[in-house]
């Protein structure tokens, strides 16, 4: 059966504007002038009560189930596949993370077996590197041509178990550079975090705040800087993940400036909070534990100008929530406390209370910032806009209503909520997933 959506106020990355729009087969058949598709034989009316129509948001970073050494994170597939859907979201990008010598192909297999059933979204995956195999080039070749992999992810931080060094990056890009994928870069200098954590460490200053303090934001901008260099020899397309500071910013600014291959992402938490979360009870400092950490105020700041200026492609989430329970595996040790928090269904009303409303970008540049841009870069070419043709993915959204955000009421399945309490307008109120109405 057909579904119609009359007078839809649609915002797409380019334009807004009103229309009818016409669902088929799980696909927009077709959009119309207002009103023109009301008698519609067979038809399923939708009305949407004035609110604006988006296309189904895309979040770019979403970790569930990460195994870490304080059990999985929160989230499974299952319960991340309603905190999307909850906050507008169509589509969630996560990572197949191998153990180190673990074959790519054999974790990318156990990754999609174990989900492929159970995700109510769309999902997709960047395939992790977690150490030099013999047969690296021809592997991910593999994973490229067999299982239709587009990008790779490799961690700077966290040599201890899934990081690399430098050398072997500059041979991935290489290899991925030849195979024309994307590569996604955690830029932290592993050296300099371990150095300073044994320096805490072993004065006693064991709070979260440390955790902030030992990775400061020259850990993050020395290694974006050498991978830029990096980029120029090998021009490999290469993605920054969260980018939390104003020298990174700055520094990619400067390597688009030279039309290098560089895209980045930065996330709601750097935005929207300053160090002052890491100043109290472990209670309350803890849920901020993730890396890169947040920074002092001045860098909010410039990340706004940034976004602003273009420097930075997508917002994502890096969506990795820990309960209480397991964040106190490092109550007297902030190195032992998992690192991540959620946001996948904050993520595009906090935008709109933050950005849209308080005239930091319009709302075209929210839905590149949050949805088109992402799916450009990651080839999901029937996506990130409503249009003929492409998938019926789309979010009703209510500019006016006010929600107070709370764990008690969260569809992530943790009791940590780090922006507890902050009341935002702009609601999510009914997401079509392939023409399917799944949230109402
Ligand atoms: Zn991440």
Redesign the pocket.
Known sequence: MKIIIPHAHIINPDEFFRADICIENGKISSLESPGTLLDTEDAKIVQTGGVFVLPGSIDP?V?LSLETPAGLSADDILSGSDAALAGGVTHIMD?VTPLRGQSLTKALEKKISETQYYASVGLSFHMGISGWLPDMEQQMEICVKEYGIKSFKVYLAYRENIGIGYEELEKIMKISARLGTILLV?AEEHEMIENLQKEFLEKGQTEPKYHALSRPPKSESTAIKKVINLVKETHCKTYF??ISSAESAHLIAEAKKESLPVYAETCPQYLIFDDSVYEGSFEKTAPYVFSPPVRPKQHRELLWQHLHDGTFDTIAT?H?PFTMEQKMAGRDNFTLIPNGAGGLEFRIPLLFHYAVLQEKFSLQQWIKLCTSNAAEIFGLKEEGKIAPGADANIAFFNPVKQNTLTAAKQAQQCDINIYEGLTVRGHVEKVFYKGEKVII
């Open positions: 970073h970790h990572f955690h993940v969260h890096d990795c």
